[in-house]
């Protein structure tokens, strides 16, 4: 009795039912990223030659728009239920969470690492005896770069 109603006009076609399933729906979707990855590297070949900072920043760019224009115009489709979880209206607010989460987190991990009095360095350096605070102090840098001539210990008691 069921088998006839499904004959009926309103039945969908079988490739329309097998592409509906959610896990083909998930398949299609990785795929159709991949492709726009693949398609943002030919293009990113393209690019003229730019400094490190530059290129990246240009790549990161590329990569986004084209994994964000394959999601708003294919990806968003997809499925029996199709639905845009990237909505313009929805962005202020998951911005905002984003945020308030980020910093409640950064927050909780900084005051638990000062509880536990991991800022303070110790050993035979002249600073450390006059407690000075933070790894930093005492980090040379070289040629104004940022990077230490002699690696900071990341943990209590290693000596140089």
Sequence with gaps: MERAQEDGPAAKPTWKRIVDFPLVTMLIAAALFVLALTAAGLVVNLLPPMDEISGMAAKGAIVMALALLVYKLVIR??????????????????????????????SLVVGVAAIADVYRRRGRDRRAAQGADCFHHSARIHGGVGVPRHPVPLARGVRR
């Design 77 to 106: 489709r997809l499925g029996e239920n199709p639905r845009d979880d990237l909505r313009i209206a929805d962005a202020p607010k998951g911005l905002g969470l984003g945020l308030l989460s980020g910093f409640l987190v950064f």
